[in-house]
């Protein structure tokens, strides 16, 4: 399991080192970039806008199955649990 924290803009934050073992990051190298980045590049502009929605509600928790760039290249799809939480937590790393 990977846990990714973002920001409003959907920049890294805090990615857990798992990221290594099922994407082959380094979790250092990920942080101050865009998420979408690891995204398809057919799939990055669609991947916003739900951003955009998603970060609009508030406490809202849903699951999507994403396409996802290992290091390699290849392409991974990974089940992805959003929680928005925006409103409510103030994250401290």
């Known amino acids: 399991m990977i846990s990714i924290v973002l920001n409003h803009k959907g920049e890294i934050i805090h990615v857990t080192d798992s990221i290594k ?12 970039h ?27 928790t849903t699951t999507i199955v ?3 760039k290992h290091k390699s290249g290849s392409v991974r799809r990974l089940a ?7 409103r409510h937590v103030e994250i401290t790393l």
């Open 21 to 32: 073992t099922i994407l082959g990051y380094d979790s250092r190298d990920l942080i101050g």
């Open 34 to 60: 865009s998420m979408f980045g690891l995204l398809p590049s057919g799939r990055q502009q669609n991947m916003k806008l739900r951003f955009e929605w998603f970060i609009s509600r508030d406490n809202l």
């Open 66 to 68: 994403v396409p996802v």
């Open 80 to 86: 992805l649990t959003i929680r928005n939480l925006s």
